[in-house]
């Protein structure tokens, strides 16, 4: 009955490499989000979709592209890895893009070589 | 939206109360205050949020100073399972407004 899942929860991967990673909410919310935790444990938002169109891009490379199919759903591709996007990636989903309360996800975390 | 200053680390007792001090000199009178925690390898989770009025819930208490410069989290009977890193933010309740997370409090609650 997990809330926001991510997948994967690891991603190992080589520097110039595309990866996604997919989240998934079951609590019927319209906004979902996109953060990025560096290693210094900062957490900023780069995305937020509601009932799958764009609504935040937080001045994030275009190397990242979101994709929502439905409002579920909202996955995070990432073309062309470089080192500094290694990180914790964290999915979250809020009723509406006026709720006081995210529910994140457990993270994935990030690491290109 | 304003900044906030939280101390980076603290030690509580468990079954102490644990008292997490913010600071939002610069708040703007339709800033709410929002306490989230992160617990290792999880992702955050909210806490509480009010904008003047103490608030109160299950996890904890929220004091705000009347002249809302600053803000005091309570959690009223710390447990080990509460050690994680507090994070104090300051925001308008708005459309699609954003969270900005600074380096919070880490909290250790100790046996």
């Known amino acids: 009955d997990t809330a926001v899942s991510q997948t994967p929860k690891y991603l190992v991967t080589q520097m110039g490499n595309d990866k996604s990673i997919k989240c998934e909410q079951n609590l019927g919310h319209d906004t979902m989000y996109w953060y990025k935790q560096d290693s210094k444990k900062f957490l900023k938002i780069m995305f937020s979709?509601?009932?799958?169109?764009?609504?935040i891009n937080e001045t994030v490379p275009n190397r990242f592209s979101p994709k929502s199919p439905d409002k579920a759903h909202l996955n995070l591709h990432i073309n062309s890895l470089e080192l500094g996007d290694s990180a914790v990636y964290f999915c979250a989903s809020s009723q509406d893009g006026n709720s006081n309360e995210q529910f994140f996800g457990p993270g994935t975390r990030l690491t290109v070589l | 939206d304003a900044k906030t200053t939280q101390p980076p680390s603290m030690d509580c007792a468990e079954g102490r109360a644990a008292n997490l001090p913010c600071n939002h000199s610069t708040i703007s009178g339709n800033e709410y205050v929002y306490w989230y925690r992160q617990i290792h390898s999880q992702g955050p989770q909210y806490i509480i949020h009010?904008?003047?009025n103490n608030e109160t819930n299950e996890m904890a208490s929220l004091i705000i100073t009347e002249d809302r410069k600053s803000s005091t989290l309570i959690l009223p009977h710390a447990t080990l399972r509460d050690t994680a890193v507090y994070y104090c933010?300051?925001?308008?309740?708005?459309?699609?407004?954003?969270?900005?997370f600074g380096s919070g409090t880490k909290l250790n609650v100790k046996p």
């Open positions: 933010i300051v925001r308008v309740e708005d459309n699609f407004n954003k969270f900005y």
């Open positions: 979709y509601n009932n799958k169109e764009l609504i």
């Open positions: 009010g904008l003047k």
